[in-house]
């Protein structure tokens, strides 16, 4: 019985709490600051009839045909999406870190299996947000693909009754084959973020400074975001929901034909390199908003357990 009450101290504790809130809190923060670039990155993967440019060129465009603040469409329900996914992914990753971990060394593998079931239990529950906030971010937009069609929501609620009653309820898991595939990018990112941090702290107790967390923060979103790119984008046509490929009764085999479907079909229409157009507005957007939130995380993580009067205990190789 104490041990089962230990392990539910683990899961329901104050440190995963503040872990959780720390992280959505920072990449809300962050994400609201480089907005702009996601957008540019959006237009891109989606849009096959837009010529790649550079992203200023893109936002400039956006701006001139669709108004000032067009580069901010979806801000809210992006956000309110982030937001949860973060708490989710942050939540799991340092319950199962402090669960499974408990009396043994962290490694880079350990890392990497703790991101990969925080990121799956994170999809399962948030992809529905994930759908919404695609529909509405693309709503109103001009796109140079005429078979597009326009869609009409008027906020978050409206959107998820619209899809579930006109696609089924089905639809609001749109993507989440390529999204379950892409546990891989920020439990890729964890991992290197998680293995640069113990080196930078090894045999030295104290906090990294700043400037060093952005920079681990950023290398590892890099190296993640480039690896997992070409499903990124096929994961934002599926949520899109238009991409015009026949479903069959099978679930799984409709997503896994969606996928490739999606992936030749760029490859004949683009080349190799149209699997990663839109790329360098992604890791703009994603290398710096990541970068931030790492930042912001750390500060805010630290300087609430220095309030609460919370030490934490880092293991180190």
């Known amino acids: 019985m104490g041990s089962e009450d230990f392990k539910l101290m683990d899961v329901f504790s104050y440190e995963s709490l503040v872990h959780a809130v720390s992280g959505a809190v920072g990449s809300v923060t962050a994400m609201t600051v480089f907005f702009p670039l996601d957008t540019a990155r959006l237009r891109l993967q989606v849009d096959d009839n837009r010529q790649a440019k550079s992203t200023p060129a893109i ?3 956006i701006i001139k045909e ?15 999406s982030l937001c949860c996914s973060n708490f989710v992914y942050f939540y799991c990753f340092h319950t199962l870190k ?6 043994h060394r962290s490694t880079p593998g350990r890392d990497l299996i703790i991101g990969i079931v925080a990121g799956v239990v994170n999809v399962l529950v ?6 919404v906030n695609t529909r509405l971010k693309l709503q109103g937009a001009k796109f140079r693909n005429e078979d597009i069609k326009p869609t009409h929501y008027r906020g978050i609620l409206d959107a998820f009754a619209q899809i579930a009653q006109q696609e089924g309820v089905g639809a609001l898991w749109n993507g989440t084959f390529p999204s379950l595939l892409l546990v891989l990018n920020p439990a ?13 702290m090894r045999g030295v107790h104290r906090e990294l400074r700043s400037v ?10 890099a190296v993640a975001t480039t690896l997992t790119y070409p499903l990124q984008t096929v994961q934002s046509v599926l949520r899109f929901g238009q991409h015009g490929h026949q479903a ?3 679930k799984l085999l409709s997503s896994l034909r969606s996928v490739m479907y999606l992936l030749i079909n760029r490859v004949r229409k683009w080349g190799m390199l149209g699997l990663f157009k839109g790329l360098e507005a992604k890791l703009l957007q994603t290398v710096l908003t990541a970068a931030l939130m790492f930042l912001l995380y750390e500060k805010i993580t630290s300087s609430t357990f220095r309030v609460m009067g919370i030490k934490q205990h880092v293991k180190f190789n």
């Not at 890729?188 to 930078?200: A, D, N, P, T």
């Not at 060093?212 to 979103?221: D, M």
């Open 59 to 61: 936002l400039a465009e």
């Open 66 to 80: 669709e108004g000032l603040l067009a580069p901010y469409r979806g801000w809210f329900p992006l956000i309110c």
């Open 98 to 103: 402090a669960t499974w971990l408990r009396g």
């Open 126 to 131: 948030t992809t529905p947000l994930w759908v």
């Open 188 to 200: 890729v990112q964890f991992m290197i973020y998680e293995g640069l941090k113990r080196q930078l």
């Open 212 to 221: 060093e967390v952005f920079l681990i923060g950023a290398i590892a979103k």
């Open 248 to 250: 069959e009764q099978s």
